[in-house]
């Protein structure tokens, strides 16, 4: 079965600095699709940017990046020029391109913004 | 409607009696989840439903918990015989088909057992 791992319950980071959320996650298949989503105080969930398995270049969104290596089964989140709006829970996720199967979380890294 | 609707947004339950959660998808949207989030905590699966087959219940932490889905639109998650640890944010979500679909998530019903 797949599992997804965020390794770190807690990070913070000064506002404007850029900050680094880990996932890492466990499959045998070859295409499949990772998604990182925030959760707000407010908690309502969104999707802050989503990863092709079968597309090598990173995906980007604004100041939203990803680190996507494959081979080391690892997917990080690259926060730029963090904004105070950028606290949250952020969840990686994953899902098989090959079956219809739910969206599998990691358990979330919570993020602080230092002012 | 524009978005995922849950219902109620708060609920507060005596231990022992039975409560139904309930969520209005995405109109169009063939899959829809169930999840549970402990204060603070992460996002525990509970159920999943895609179009007309047969819902992942891999989640469900016991019988007291059930779901169903009529029409292939709302969706109801019943929690018999309440026991305090289940009280928690229960989440609800739908996509369209596609892999790529993301999920879009409901603002959650708060259920406090006391």
């Known amino acids: 079965a797949q599992t997804v791992t965020q390794s770190q319950p807690e990070m913070s980071v000064q506002e404007a600095e850029t900050v680094t959320l880990s996932c890492t996650y466990d499959t045998s298949e070859s295409d499949y699709y990772l998604f990182w989503y925030k959760q707000p105080p407010s908690r309502q969930m969104i999707l802050v940017i989503r990863q092709e398995a079968y597309k090598q270049q990173n995906a980007t969104e604004n100041r939203f990046s990803v680190n996507f290596q494959k081979a080391a089964k690892s997917f990080s989140l690259k926060i730029s020029d963090s904004q105070l709006g950028d606290a949250a829970m952020y969840f990686c996720a994953y899902r098989s391109a090959n079956r219809d199967d739910k969206i599998i979380f990691g358990k979330g890294t919570r993020l602080h913004i230092l002012p | 409607g524009a978005g995922v609707s849950q219902s109620p947004s708060n609920k507060v339950t005596e231990k022992g009696k039975d409560v139904e959660l309930r969520c209005d998808p995405i109109?169009?949207?063939?899959?829809l989840y169930w999840y549970r989030q402990s204060l603070g905590q992460g996002l525990e699966f509970l159920i999943y439903?895609?179009?007309?087959?047969?819902?992942?219940k891999s989640g469900l932490p016991s019988d007291r918990f059930s779901a169903e889905r009529t029409g292939g639109s709302v969706s109801t998650l019943t929690i018999q015989r309440t026991q305090q640890e289940d009280s928690a944010v229960y989440l609800c979500?739908?996509?369209?088909?596609?892999?790529?679909?993301?999920?879009?998530f409901g603002q959650g019903t708060r259920l406090t057992v006391v």
């Open positions: 109109s169009g949207h063939t899959a």
């Open positions: 439903f895609q179009g007309n087959s047969a819902p992942d």
């Open positions: 979500a739908s996509s369209s088909r596609g892999f790529m679909a993301e999920a879009f």
